[in-house]
């Protein structure tokens, strides 16, 4: 075997270096993402090994190190390192180790390591069994689910408001899924309001993010929306308002997600409004140039072209109405007359044109033909939850509305957070 190591090694070595890079191929810099766990908490339960009478190491990956790196340097034989090349492709590709995350080494005695283990995510490991023959796994610590509630009046923007008082901006997000059907996020006033009840998840007493929204009042344009999350079964996810109507309509608020925009571009209350042009019925969405624009209902494209006065453009027709998207960068090169789209589906991208002053998209909609303002679209009734599943939602739903009734809401900058 050792004959073949000079020409086995510059393989190896490209098999390991390939890793520690994003998903998009970017390296990334060094800063850990997923703390190296505390020695304190090292114990049999957190990775089912007995680390009594070891020598434990925790790190995180850094820029430019790999996993053929670190194995080197704490003396782990070729051979061993062959091996693991072989043995990993069919549990975990190595070249997806990235930098920031940690990583631990677990030493025998005699300083030889017998455990390498690569945190995928905080709950998530790969563990690298070295002793007599490699032995390659995956596991999960266990995750522990807490209840809680969060409140807050809106004084710019959901994600500033969210932001600033330490929570998890992932709850911004989701709030922003759950409502994409009944509340544009671009167009919220000040002390506008939201109270929300959700599941967060916690590894060895560290919070690793928001798993779920259960129920949520958001209180906007003097009106209450609210989402009650019903799960029937593993493949069944929906949100129901009080009545038991699906939150989910034909058409979605907006043609662009606001979470996309960054702090550059975030839109003060009552600044997207029509613009003078061939319609007053308009709407402008900024955003940075890049920013995907979707179609908001399920439809047939009618139009995708360009014109002197719209620039790129696609038109789409969904029964009775229609909708159109101006002053593109770019279409989507999917997109194409007669296609079938799906709402959602991107359909081009935002960017500087020479019709714009900003980056930004110029949305029109049609009902039977006349040209109406977005907000005021009549949306065909929402689908009601099943008749077999009513008694199970209701019942959660007015358990649900007795929580969010009882939340406390502060009238200042601050949000009020709450456990169960």
């Given at each position: 075997m050792k004959k073949y190591l000079p020409f086995l090694l510059?393989?190896?070595?490209?098999?390991?270096?390939?890793?520690?890079?994003?998903?998009?191929?970017?390296?990334?810099?060094?800063?850990?993402?997923?703390?190296?766990?505390?020695?304190?908490?090292?114990?049999?339960?957190q990775y089912g090994i007995d680390v009594k009478q070891k020598n434990v190491l925790q790190a995180n990956f850094e820029k430019n190190q790999f996993l053929t790196d670190v194995l080197q340097q704490h003396n782990v034989e070729i051979e061993v390192i062959e091996d693991i090349a072989r043995k990993s492709e069919d549990v975990f590709d190595v070249r997806r180790m990235k930098a920031g995350n940690s990583f631990t080494i677990i030493k025998d005695e005699e300083e030889k390591v017998d455990y390498f283990i690569y945190e995928k995510t905080p709950a998530d490991y790969v563990v690298?069994?070295?002793?007599?023959?490699?032995?390659?796994?995956?596991?999960?610590?266990?995750?522990?689910?807490?209840?809680?509630?969060?409140?807050?009046?809106?004084?710019?923007?959901?994600?500033?408001t969210i932001q600033e008082n330490g929570i998890d901006i992932k709850l911004a997000r989701q709030l922003e899924e759950v409502y994409a059907w009944s509340v544009d996020f671009f167009d919220l006033k000040k002390g506008d309001y939201f109270k929300v009840i959700y599941d967060e998840e916690f590894v060895d007493g560290e919070s690793i993010g928001i798993s779920g929204i259960l129920a949520a009042q958001f209180h906007h344009q003097d009106r209450d929306y609210f989402a009650i999350h019903f799960e029937k079964d593993d493949t069944?996810?929906?949100?129901?308002?009080?009545?038991?109507?699906?939150?989910?309509?034909?058409?979605?608020?907006?043609?662009?997600?606001?979470?996309?925009i960054s702090?550059?571009?975030?839109?003060?209350?009552?600044?997207?409004?029509?613009?003078?042009?061939?319609?007053?019925?308009?709407?402008?969405?900024?955003?940075?140039?890049?920013?995907?624009?979707?179609?908001?209902?399920?439809?047939?494209?009618?139009?995708?072209?360009?014109?002197?006065?719209?620039?790129?453009?696609?038109?789409?027709?969904?029964?009775?109405?229609?909708?159109?998207?101006?002053?593109?960068?770019?279409?989507?090169?999917?997109?194409?007359?007669?296609?079938?789209?799906?709402?959602?589906q991107v359909i081009g991208y935002i960017g500087k044109t020479e019709l714009a002053k900003n980056p930004s998209v110029r949305f029109r909609f049609w009902e039977n033909g006349k040209i109406i303002n977005p907000v005021r679209v009549n949306v065909p009734p929402a689908e009601m939850i099943p008749d077999e599943d009513k008694s199970d939602f209701f019942s959660i739903k007015e358990e649900m509305m007795k929580e969010l009734e009882t939340i406390k809401m502060m009238d200042t900058n601050a949000m009020f957070v709450s456990n169960y």
């Open positions: 510059p393989v190896i070595v490209f098999f390991f270096t390939a890793g520690c890079e994003s998903q998009s191929g970017e390296t990334l810099s060094f800063k850990s993402r997923f703390a190296a766990p505390e020695l304190k908490r090292m114990s049999q339960e690298f069994d070295l002793r007599d023959s490699v032995q390659i796994y995956e596991g999960r610590k266990k995750v522990v689910v807490h209840k809680r509630s969060v409140s807050g009046v809106i004084h710019s923007s959901l994600f500033e069944t996810s929906v949100f129901y308002d009080e009545e038991g109507r699906s939150l989910m309509t034909a058409f979605l608020k907006s043609p662009v997600k606001y979470s996309k702090s550059r571009y975030s839109i003060q209350p009552g600044q997207i409004s029509s613009r003078q042009s061939e319609s007053n019925e308009d709407i402008d969405y900024m955003a940075p140039t890049g920013t995907e624009v979707y179609a908001v209902g399920d439809g047939i494209i009618t139009k995708a072209d360009y014109r002197k006065d719209f620039g790129n453009y696609v038109k789409i027709k969904h029964g009775i109405y229609a909708s159109q998207y101006m002053h593109l960068a770019e279409i989507n090169d999917e997109i194409t007359v007669g296609l079938d789209v799906r709402q959602g």
